[in-house]
């Protein structure tokens, strides 16, 4: 079992940065790939990027490639999302998930999901 709590969101204006953190319980993070996701109002969860269980690989969506940054510390059963030159259109419910090993851009594969933080990027 896992159980996942995310922090770090908030209200920022466009341009800004936040950085969203996933806490982890549990022996075994060091074996999951970690995933974030976000939901928007009226809209389904959508992959926004990934980290493999070692942190070899990071995976991306086109949307937020070059602004966003995942990376994870396992010692603290810790995964990071550093967004910068956030957009209006970033605003949304983000999520952490995880699955074991694999990469996975699809939610309906994550095993265990936090309970969200909103971010909301003002104009």
């Known amino acids: 079992q896992v159980q996942l709590v995310e922090s770090g969101g908030g209200l920022v204006q466009a341009g800004g940065s936040l950085r969203l953190s996933c806490a982890a319980s549990?022996?075994?993070?060091?074996?999951?790939?970690m995933g974030w996701f976000r939901q928007a109002p009226g809209k389904g969860r959508e992959f926004v990027g990934g980290?493999?269980?070692?942190?070899?690989?990071?995976y991306y969506a086109d949307s937020v490639k070059g602004r966003f940054t995942t990376s994870r510390d396992n010692a603290k059963n810790t995964v990071y999302l550093q967004m910068s030159t956030l957009k209006p259109e970033d605003t949304a419910v983000y999520y952490c998930?995880?699955?074991?090993?694999?990469?996975?851009?699809?939610?309906?594969?994550?095993?265990?999901w936090g309970q969200g933080t909103q971010v909301t990027v003002s104009s």
């Open positions: 998930g995880a699955r074991e090993w694999t990469a996975q851009v699809q939610p309906t594969y994550y095993n265990y």
């Open positions: 980290i493999t269980w070692n942190g070899g690989s990071t």
């Open positions: 549990g022996r075994t993070f060091s074996t999951y790939f």
